[in-house]
């Protein structure tokens, strides 16, 4: 079936760096959002995106986050400066319509280690 | 807290048994619930899903059964399958034009061969 690719699907850094999680969402969708799962909870909804802008984010996304999809090319998600607490698991979906119905497509996580 | 609720957090079955995992929920204005499927190191896949309209939703083995009134659903899977093996997301959405999932913990499934 379709695939969400994550590049990369483990990354560690020191707490104060840029980090940058791409996605390579499915080819012809136009939604796409970003979840985070800290080892043992929930996965929470960070973000989601369409026509080159946010359309609605959680508490979760902090300043230090931001997305953008550059001439279609990544999905992207940039936390600068990182802090330990963002470490967790990233999924990156994408959906090939609106509304609340219908199917995400899940890509494989990144695993993000802040030390 | 949690919007969602998931019971039990694990659970092992034989082979051949039906497997029935729990989801509950507080905010009456979710009217859609989708159930994912994510297998160890694999990306949560979408299983079945039921609206508010619908009071059961099956699929194959997977059958969904949804109490309104109570906000109760459950996942049941008969014939139990070794390759049923995997975690188990109930989510709820709002109607909107946003695909914002709130998540369970999630039911860890082990059917025993």
């Known amino acids: 079936g379709p695939k969400v690719l994550q590049i990369p699907s483990h990354q560690i850094i020191d707490m104060g760096q840029m980090v940058t999680l791409n996605c390579d969402p499915v080819?012809?969708?136009?939604?796409f959002y970003w979840y985070k799962q800290i080892l043992g909870q929930q996965m929470e909804f960070l973000v989601n995106?369409?026509?080159?802008?946010?359309?609605?984010k959680s508490k979760l996304f902090k300043d230090q986050f931001s997305v953008e999809r550059p001439d279609g090319s990544y999905f992207t998600l940039k936390i600068q400066p990182t802090a330990l607490e963002d470490s967790a698991v990233y999924f990156c979906?994408?959906?090939?319509?609106?509304?609340?119905?219908?199917?995400?497509?899940f890509g494989e996580g990144s695993k993000l280690t802040v030390l | 807290q949690q919007q969602v609720r998931q019971s039990p957090q694990s659970l092992t079955v034989w082979e051949g048994e039906t497997t029935i995992l729990n989801c509950s929920y507080e905010d009456s204005t979710f009217d859609y619930f989708p159930w994912y499927r994510q297998f160890p190191g694999k990306s949560p896949a979408l299983l079945i899903a039921?609206?508010?309209?619908?009071n059961k939703k099956e699929d194959g083995r997977f059958t969904i059964f949804f109490n309104k009134r109570e906000k109760k659903l459950s996942l049941h899977i008969t014939d139990s399958q070794p390759g049923d093996s995997a975690t188990y997301f109930c989510a709820a959405s709002k109607a909107g034009n946003t695909r914002k999932l709130i998540f369970g913990l999630g039911t860890t499934l082990q059917v025993q061969p």
């Open positions: 080819s012809n969708h136009l939604y």
């Open positions: 979906a994408s959906s090939l319509t609106g509304g609340n119905t219908g199917q995400l497509y």
């Open positions: 039921i609206s508010l309209v619908s």
């Open positions: 995106f369409y026509n080159g802008k946010v359309m609605e």
